[in-house]
Nanobody, 120 residues
């Protein structure tokens, strides 16, 4: 069994910063790509940023230059530093991890989400 748990969401004024964390736990052998996605009310879930085990990163155009994704492989944790936040960043942010278990299975694992609200 593998799970990921997000933390760090909240309410912030436009221009402010937040840092999200996501920790994976369970019978983990290794974790491939980790990433953050978000879903605003009435919209589809969209990619925010991903990072491979080799720390190659990919960002949505809307967050480039403002958000930074990083990971700590020893802690099975991924972070999202969000700066210069805008009201349009308001959404539920979900963590995703591609986990290889000790039993040799592959789990595409999603967290429950954390709310980020940016006020104008």
């Amino acid at each position: 069994q593998v799970q990921v748990v997000e933390s760090g969401g909240g309410l912030v004024q436009a221009g402010g910063s937040l840092r999200l964390s996501c920790a994976a736990s369970g019978s983990i052998s290794s974790i491939n790509t980790m990433g953050w996605y978000r879903q605003a009310p009435g919209k589809q879930r969209e990619l925010v940023a991903t990072i491979t085990r080799g720390v190659t990163t990919n960002y949505a155009d809307s967050v480039k230059g403002r958000f930074t994704i990083s990971r700590d492989n020893a802690k099975n944790t991924v972070y999202l530093q969000m700066n210069s936040l805008k009201p349009e960043d308001t959404a539920v942010y979900y963590c995703n991890a591609g986990v290889y278990t000790r039993m040799g299975a592959y789990w595409d694992t999603w967290g429950q989400g954390t709310q980020v609200t940016v006020s104008s």
